[in-house]
């Protein structure tokens, strides 16, 4: 006799209670990774919170 299985059962039931989150939390992800990447190093050096933050000298030229 097989065994009952009950993960099928729980990830529809939680799918159900969860999935407004998990949209959320990919749609916000997608927004700020798209924001991020379109910044350029330009936009940093003039960006107040930048200024104020480089602590550690993080836009500073490698080359």
């Known amino acids: 006799m097989r065994q009952f299985d009950p993960w099928p059962v ?3 039931r939680e799918w159900g209670r969860n ?3 998990l949209v959320g939390f990919a ?3 997608y927004i700020v990774t798209k924001v991020s990447l379109s910044l350029t190093e330009e936009d940093a ?3 107040p919170f930048v200024q104020k933050h480089n602590r ?3 836009l500073t030229s490698a080359s």
């Open 19 to 21: 999935w407004p989150f």
């Open 56 to 58: 550690y000298g993080l």
């Open 45 to 47: 050096k003039n960006s």
């Open 10 to 12: 729980f990830f529809k």
């Open 27 to 29: 749609v916000t992800g």
